[in-house]
């Protein structure tokens, strides 16, 4: 399919400001220039009633931060769902400040709690940091759910590109813990080892996201080759403690189809289908990697929001 007309007009606009390419740049850098561009193209912040940042400690006996979103009004007698996110951004750039806007929707329209993660970013801090500091913070909320006015029984976790990654490799993880997840909320999630597929030859270049970008952002995170084959940065194709699949929570995938991530997508969708798994797969058409993070200024995002609202909705079991 064609690209969309507002997301060639982002790639037309994006070519002529000839802005370095984050492969050229230093971490750092590059974290600079993803929090001044995040803002550019997302929706307006929505309002919440609560926005409460807080510390929370990690196994290696440091801390990270994490934002509780309440939409409304807490209420102990009748606590809200939540959904643990985490956000995108190769494992080496991106923060919750990046993701406030859409965590804040995803909030809002779902009429649920939503705890966002600043994981600890690469190079300072290499694989597999960012999972432990994503399954530290979702074991901290099961287990401090009440005091935040939340339900520990219906909980979900989500997160796009890395922060997806992370996503499908704590919902096997909470599987093996026992805590039941009601939904795996995957927003173009990175799940293989090796970038070799169809689309990821395709559309290398000229997509937002080039194939260069893509291996020194994994070139920042792993501390070396032998890191790839590991699961859990690879839970697609990673042959390094492969666990099964069958039982993890059900899952919702967004997967668009200029985005060089798309053909991993839907290969881990059928993955998951073929261990038992229950499995949304959302294609959309003329989209991007990235294209969540655009609807302020791309009009058909809002159906890709709505759908994955209807999504929490549904596996929380609230209606409307």
């Given at each position: ?70 939409p409304a009004a807490p209420s102990w007698a009748e606590p809200a769902a939540a ?238």
């Amino acid at each position: 399919m064609p690209l969309n007309p507002k997301i060639a007009q982002i790639l037309e606009m994006v070519a002529r400001a000839n802005r370095p390419p984050y492969h050229t740049l230093t971490p750092q850098q590059a974290r600079a220039a993803y929090a001044m561009s995040a803002p550019i193209l997302d929706i307006a912040p929505l309002p919440m009633h609560s926005v409460e940042p807080m510390r929370i400690a990690t196994r290696d006996g440091g801390e990270i931060g994490v934002c509780v979103y309440h939409p409304a009004a807490p209420s102990w007698a009748e606590p809200a769902a939540a959904l643990l996110y985490l956000h995108g951004g190769g494992f080496t750039v991106g923060s919750i400040a990046t993701h406030d806007a859409l965590c804040r929707k995803l909030a809002h329209d779902a009429g649920c709690a939503l705890v966002s993660v600043d994981y600890r970013l690469a190079p300072e801090h290499k694989f597999p940091v960012a999972v432990h500091d994503a399954f530290d913070a979702l074991q901290w909320l099961a287990r401090e759910a009440p005091l935040l006015g939340i339900d520990p029984a219906r909980l979900a976790i989500g997160g796009d590109s890395a922060g997806g990654t992370l996503a499908t490799v704590c919902a096997v993880l909470a599987r093996d813990a026992g805590i039941d997840l009601r939904l795996q909320l995957l927003i173009y999630p990175g799940t293989s080892a090796r970038q070799e597929s169809a689309s990821h030859a395709r559309l290398a270049e000229g997509y937002l996201l080039s194939g260069e970008t893509i291996q020194w952002f994994f070139a920042q995170y792993l501390r070396d080759e032998r890191d790839r084959d590991d699961w859990r940065f690879a839970p697609l194709d990673g042959a390094i403690g492969q666990p099964d699949f069958a039982g993890v929570a059900p899952a919702w995938i967004a997967a668009a189809d200029h985005d060089p991530l798309y053909d991993e997508d839907l290969a881990y969708a059928a993955k998951l289908e073929a261990a038992g798994v229950r499995v949304t797969l959302a294609r959309y058409e003329g989209m991007i990697h990235e294209f969540f993070k655009m609807g302020g200024f791309v009009p058909e995002v809002a159906r890709a929001h709505a759908d994955a609202v209807r999504a929490l909705k549904e596996a929380f079991g609230v209606s409307g």
